[in-house]
């Protein structure tokens, strides 16, 4: 699983699930969009849940072997991962879960809610870039590093290229263009 806000997804997501399903062979990769990313929701207005989840619906539908998952939506409420991880394992008891983290959400672990509950239950994969120094998770933790091409894409530029009128071709999906511009967000 990976999860995030996706307020929009982009190719850095997409290249990320793509090269991590590849390089620790995984079935499936979920895309799993927050419903209340509480700690971003305090701080900022976040895009609503289901406009997130059409987004990441329209920039999965092209690639194989990367799912959107609503289970954070369907719960309700505030996402935490800890929920969601022993939701997935309650419904797939005999599957392996890797839980794929940017380094920045790596480092951030210590503040999430029931964190242990997350480490026990789910293999934790961090992506890194060739030759950098980033964010890792704790001291004490077991986890595993996948190297991917780095691209220096946020939802965060993304959202004041909209405000500004600048493009977003190849930073998104064409689909999710068509998207944003659907429901009218960022503008
Ligand atoms: P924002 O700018 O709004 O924080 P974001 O681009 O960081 O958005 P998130 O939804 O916050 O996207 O991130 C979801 C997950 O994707 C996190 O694990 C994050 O570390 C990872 N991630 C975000 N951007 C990239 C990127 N360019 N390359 C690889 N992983 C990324
Ligand atoms: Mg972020």
Not at 7 to 21: C, F, Q, S
Not at 62 to 67: F, I, K, R
Not at 96 to 120: M, N, Y
Request: proline share 7%.
């Amino acid at each position: 699983m990976f999860g995030g806000t996706f307020d929009p997804p982009h190719v850095g997501h997409l290249v990320t699930a793509v090269n991590v399903r590849h390089a620790l062979e995984l079935d499936v990769v979920l895309l799993v969009v927050a419903n209340d990313p509480w700690q971003k929701s305090g701080a900022r207005q976040v895009s609503p849940a289901a406009d997130r989840l059409a987004l990441v619906e329209a920039a999965v539908g092209v690639v194989d072997g990367l799912e959107a998952s609503a289970v954070e939506l369907e719960r309700g409420g505030t996402s935490y991962t800890a929920d969601t991880v022993s939701e997935l394992r309650r419904a797939h008891p005999d599957v392996e879960l890797a839980l794929i983290l940017g380094s920045d959400a790596a480092a951030g672990l210590p503040t999430w809610e029931r964190v242990d509950e997350v480490r026990q239950a789910a293999r934790i994969v961090v992506v890194t870039r060739p030759g950098a120094e980033a964010g890792v998770p704790p001291p004490g933790w077991e986890w595993e590093p996948v190297e991917t091409p780095r691209l220096d894409v946020s939802s965060t530029d993304l959202r004041a290229r909209v405000a500004g009128g600048r493009p977003l071709d190849y930073l998104v999906t064409p689909q999710v263009i068509a998207c944003i511009e659907e429901r009218g967000l960022y503008a």
